[in-house]
């Protein structure tokens, strides 16, 4: 049986875990009072009983006398061990809270301890019900918010509608008095041009009443300047921001061309049609925000109650057990109280999700509940065993793939012969890309598998839907598939080479294999983890375009990955010059190798991932006018200046060169470092209780924080590789490079779960559980 404790534990909200009932340290309470109690003292002359002393004729009498009245009056005369008392505080004066204080009517042995956990649980109790209602009330704020967007939106849409069918019905009859005008001698200053004016004027002033009334502001609507044509003059502001969740699984983004804009009077061109596509399009945007909004509502609303069944079940729990020590009945005087307090008493939360629920299925669902279910409570994926069964039937055809191969490559000399050179020039590059991805991919089932152990909720900080988040074991599946079909070619490439076949044919088996992958990558087909795939060439996107795009936790955090894996890069650009030269008929690597344009290629190469990377720190500055992005964005430059001094000093070892790189390699990791423990880990705090590190750990043992700052230490500096070079032949040289590569691959993946877990403890420090999605509408007062 599973303790209380424990289920506690697994099923709190992980953002709410202050907020929640201390049930462990009102248990540790509990056994104190346990502990205290002292047995009664044996008397050292007891008196004698006789069973015949004292007995009289009535007692049977009296005794059955006194069995009725404790029958008859145990329920109602039972007297009351304990009386909380409630009294109402306002420290602002407008916020009244009520808090509740027990005292001790009948002694206890124990009185003490007992009064200890009393207090203690008092503070427990005031403390959910003060969070409950914070919550409750931002949620039903937040209601009412989106009730008047949602009403805005609906005059919009009807009023989109109504002027579709009148440019209808206008130009159908401005084609008739057209032709009847033709044949007439008075073609201009009709009346019918000046009744057509008139109603447009008066359609705008129903336009304006209408959706004044719900709180929509007009730029000048006091004033309502007029046009020549004597149409009145009017904006209304919609803001549009740059990402707007999509309704696709994946995370997703739609973006928008501006933050705020201003949506010209819908009136102003009635007959063009262009005008038309783009308010249609503003509203469908406005929509899919409000929709979003109302999900994230239910979202906050769900966990709001099941916040409160989970602290009312502690509260029974914890009084039980001190009932049971103190042999006493003190948990139904309590328990009244606590079903009476406001976190428990309250019926807005329930009212608000059925209101909300009704809502989204009339204006979203086409009042279809089923489906307006699916947006509002989304399905958890359930874990497959037949994922965890190809996982390690891959891992097993990896390792004997792999075990054949290396006898495969001894026996043919592949690399001790003379064709080694070109062996590792043409296919290493490869076969290379492929393992360093399959390495990273099992290095984030790692942090997937250690954030999903430690409560982490990287869903929610990734902005990933529940229903297609990628889990640790499709992460493994999706490594280990890799690494076995890459080691298969390789298997296949040596039996192939020593059976005899040409090269030219042979060596088309890494380009066969890279074309597969690309073809999985981009299939439109449902399968292989579509919504993953394509949200990854998503944020790919996003990267590439950061300055445009609004940069999201999920599109820095892919970023930081690609600085870590040029080597990958840089293999990738080897191979497709290999394949699109066709060097793989000619086998003359060198063509690509001695090139100006490859050589070049290089350090664009090189720069591209931190120059990415510093162009989302300045776009996040511009969003948020934060100058620690700007101070991050120069850790970057530092990197990018680092990398091209250490490709020169590849090529021209000089001793003004090497001085460069020493001065630069040194500034940049020392930049790294400060940055990887103080800003990224939140690490490195001398006042900290944990010594140098944070007060808010997720890891119990500190020394393993200790130990991952050392090997985050050791793995940074892994560059005077490149100015000692331990290298003997081109085979310990290539080796030794993916090696380099392989180990911060590593750093990266150890460096992820400290990156996540401080973001996580950021969002338990302000309890955020629940997305704020940003709303099209500006309310006329908070507008300058």
């Given at each position: 049986m599973v303790k209380f404790s424990k289920e506690l534990e697994a099923q709190l909200i992980p953002e709410w875990k202050e907020a929640f009932v201390n049930y462990c340290q009102l248990k540790k309470q509990v056994k104190k009072i346990k502990i205290s109690r002292k047995p009664k003292p044996a008397s050292l002359y007891p008196i004698p009983h006789d069973p015949d002393f004292g007995r009289s004729l009535f007692d049977p009498v009296r005794k059955l006398a006194r069995t009725f009245s404790d029958k008859l009056f145990s329920s109602s005369e039972k007297p009351e061990i304990i009386q909380v008392r409630r009294r109402k505080s306002s420290e602002d004066g407008d916020d009244v809270e009520e808090i509740y204080q027990t005292e001790l009517v009948q002694l206890f042995s124990e009185e003490d301890e007992v009064k200890v956990f009393f207090a203690k649980l008092d503070e427990e109790l005031n403390k959910v019900n003060q969070f409950h209602k914070s919550k409750e009330t931002e949620f039903v704020g937040r209601g009412e918010i989106l009730k008047k967007q949602l009403d805005i939106l609906a005059e919009l849409k009807q009023i989109l509608s109504d002027r579709k069918k009148r440019s209808l019905s206008g130009s159908n009859s401005q084609r008739s008095f057209s032709s009847s005008a033709r044949n007439s001698d008075f073609s201009t200053g009709s009346p019918g041009e000046l009744s057509e004016t008139q109603s447009e004027t008066s359609r705008t002033d129903e336009i304006i009443d209408a959706l004044e009334r719900n709180g929509v502001s007009f730029i000048n609507s006091a004033t309502?300047?007029?046009?020549?044509?004597?149409?009145?003059?009017?904006?209304?502001?919609?803001?549009?921001?740059?990402?707007?969740?999509?309704?696709?699984?994946?995370?997703?983004?739609?973006?928008?061309?501006?933050?705020?804009?201003?949506?010209?009077?819908?009136?102003?061109n009635p007959r063009s049609g262009g005008g038309d596509f783009i308010n249609r399009k503003k509203i469908q945007c406005a929509e899919k925000m409000i929709r979003k909004a109302f999900v994230e509502l239910y979202k906050g609303l769900g966990l709001l109650k099941t916040y409160s069944s989970l602290n009312m079940i502690a509260f029974t729990k914890i009084l039980k057990k001190f009932d049971k020590v103190s042999g006493q009945q003190a948990s139904s005087s309590y328990l009244k109280v606590v079903k009476r307090s406001q976190f428990t008493s309250s019926d807005k939360v329930v009212r608000l999700m059925d209101e909300v629920e009704s809502i989204f299925t009339k204006h979203f669902a086409n009042n279809d509940r089923k489906k307006a279910m699916k947006f509002l409570r989304p399905h958890q994926q359930k874990d497959s065993h037949m994922v965890t069964f190809f996982v390690g039937l891959f891992t097993g055809c990896f390792v004997s793939l792999f075990s054949i191969y290396i006898i495969l490559a001894h026996l043919s000399g592949i690399f001790t012969s003379g064709a080694q050179v070109l062996y590792l020039e043409t296919v290493y590059p490869v076969f290379s890309v492929f393992a360093l991805l399959s390495l990273h991919m099992f290095m984030y089932g790692c942090n997937l598998f250690m954030w999903k152990s430690t409560r982490i909720n990287y869903t929610f900080i990734f902005e990933f839907a529940p229903s297609t988040a990628l889990r640790y074991r499709d992460a493994f599946l999706m490594g280990t598939t890799f690494m076995t079909s890459v080691v298969a070619a390789m298997v296949i490439h040596l039996i192939l080479r020593a059976a005899g076949f040409s090269a030219s044919e042979v060596d088309t088996i890494p380009g066969i294999l890279l074309l597969i992958f690309i073809c999985v990558l981009i299939c439109p087909f449902d399968t292989f983890y579509r919504p993953t795939r394509f949200c990854f060439i998503r944020i790919l996107r996003n990267i590439v375009c950061s300055p445009f795009y609004k940069v999201l936790m999920v599109d820095f955090f892919m970023a930081d990955q690609l600085t870590s894996q040029i080597p990958l890069l840089r293999h990738i650009e080897s191979t497709a010059c290999y394949f699109m030269a066709q060097s793989f008929r000619t086998h003359e690597y060198n063509t690509c190798k001695n090139g100006r344009i490859y050589r070049e290629l290089a350090y664009l190469i090189s720069f591209s991932p931190y120059f990415w990377r510093a162009m989302q720190c300045i776009r996040r500055w511009w969003d948020e006018s934060n100058t620690d992005h700007l101070v991050n964005m120069g850790k970057y430059v530092s990197a990018m200046v680092a990398a091209g001094v250490r490709i020169t000093y590849a090529r021209e070892s000089t001793t003004g060169w090497l001085a460069v790189v020493l001065v630069s390699s040194v500034v940049a990791t020392l930049y790294q470092l400060y940055w990887d423990f103080v800003k990224d880990w939140g690490l490195l705090n001398p006042k900290s209780k944990n010594a140098w590190l944070r007060d808010d750990l997720v890891l119990k043992n500190k020394n393993i924080y200790y130990l991952s700052i050392a090997l985050n230490l050791v793995l940074r500096v892994a560059w005077i590789e490149t100015i000692v070079r331990f290298r003997v032949n081109p085979v310990q040289s290539h080796l030794l490079d993916f090696l380099l590569a392989s180990l911060e691959v590593i750093r990266r993946g150890h460096w992820n779960f400290y990156r996540v877990e401080n973001e996580h403890l950021n969002n338990v420090g302000h309890f955020r559980a629940v997305k704020t999605v940003p709303l099209p509408f500006r309310d006329m007062d908070s507008d300058d």
């Open positions: 309502r300047h007029k046009t020549k044509g004597g149409k009145p003059k009017m904006s209304l502001r919609v803001d549009i921001p740059d990402a707007v969740a999509g309704a696709d699984g994946g995370g997703a983004r739609s973006i928008a061309t501006a933050t705020s804009v201003l949506w010209e009077e819908l009136v102003n």
